[in-house]
């Protein structure tokens, strides 16, 4: 089990934390305004680098970052992409501007094999799933 140290909590953090409450206090967002402030406040804080935001800080963009999400989960739902495997191969493989050739050297196959996964004349397997899902960072299932 890993665990993650926590910097010591400074008084500029905890300063730092209590000026963001004040001006954007953490609550749940409830409408498209509190949306646009939200995301307002977290570009404010994102276009920094973490390395430059103190302890409090940090804190405060996780918690608000979790408050949008919350708020886009329940209002953006995304359809599930119920397309065949191979057309999710294919789109992906067109849209990251890759070959057949690239897409057999990905999966460790010859290309007339690759060729055939396109086609969905051949299924994906989980090894290749495995690599696919690496390769486009999504999860394996979404190839099978």
Do not use: W
Not at 66 to 94: F, G, N, S, W
Request: without cysteine; charged residues 30%.
């Amino acid at each position: 089990m890993t665990r993650t140290i926590e910097k010591p909590r400074t008084m500029r953090s905890t300063d730092s934390y209590m000026k963001l409450i004040r001006k954007f206090p953490l609550r749940p967002i409830r409408s498209v305004a509190d949306y646009a402030a939200a995301s307002k406040m977290i570009d404010a804080l994102a276009v920094r680098s973490e390395a430059e935001l103190d302890q409090g800080e940090q804190d405060y963009l996780a918690v608000l970052a979790d408050l949008v999400e919350a708020y886009d989960d329940q209002h953006h739902v995304i359809p599930a992409d119920t397309r065949h495997p191979h057309e999710k191969v294919r789109a992906l493989v067109a849209e990251n501007g890759m070959t057949q050739a690239d897409l057999a050297k990905l999966l460790g196959v010859v290309r007339s094999l690759a060729s055939l996964i396109l086609s969905g004349q051949r299924k994906i397997t989980v090894a290749h799933a495995k690599k696919l899902g690496e390769r486009f960072r999504l999860d394996v299932g979404y190839f099978l």
